[in-house]
């Protein structure tokens, strides 16, 4: 039998998959994608560097730069989910708000690490 894990993970529902945002500003999107793209560029170089051998500090310099630009995508779009999505539900009352709250917590304590 297999050790139990501290860790519970919820698994994704059929809901899960085909739930889309409220409202999604289409400038946020652009230079969300922009961003997300320049991060796939530097994970490229990331990968390039362990491949030629690079200096470690280096290396490490640019992860840390590939963290930061992906928190900045995470803050936009924490900003839409909260002035769309969140404020949608929250007008809307009952369990749907209730819902969202949880998901708000959740979301603040996952992503504060």
Same mark, same amino acid.
Request: hydrophobic share 35%.
């Given at each position: 039998? /297999?050790?139990? *894990?501290?860790? @519970?993970?919820? *698994? =994704? @529902? /059929?809901?899960?998959?085909?739930?889309?945002?409220?409202?999604?500003?289409? !400038?946020?999107?652009?230079? &969300?994608? +922009?961003?997300?793209?320049?991060? $796939?560029?530097?994970?490229?170089?990331?990968?390039?560097?362990?491949?030629? !051998?690079?200096?470690? =500090?280096?290396?490490? @310099?640019?992860?840390?730069? @590939? #963290? $930061?630009?992906?928190? =900045?995508?995470?803050?936009?779009?924490?900003? &839409? #989910?909260?002035?769309?999505?969140?404020?949608?539900?929250?007008?809307?009352?009952?369990? $749907?708000?209730?819902?969202?709250?949880? $998901? +708000?917590?959740?979301?603040?304590?996952? #992503?504060?690490?």
């Amino acid at each position: 039998m /297999p050790a139990p *894990t501290s860790k @519970t993970r919820k *698994t =994704a @529902t /059929p809901r899960d998959a085909e739930r889309k945002a409220v409202g999604v500003d289409s !400038d946020a999107k652009s230079r &969300n994608l +922009l961003r997300l793209r320049r991060i $796939e560029g530097q994970v490229r170089g990331l990968q390039k560097m362990v491949e030629d !051998d690079r200096y470690c =500090a280096d290396i490490m @310099t640019q992860i840390s730069s @590939t #963290h $930061e630009a992906l928190r =900045a995508v995470g803050r936009e779009l924490m900003r &839409n #989910h909260l002035k769309h999505c969140a404020a949608s539900a929250i007008k809307s009352g009952g369990e $749907e708000a209730s819902e969202m709250y949880d $998901e +708000l917590v959740d979301m603040m304590y996952k #992503h504060s690490r």
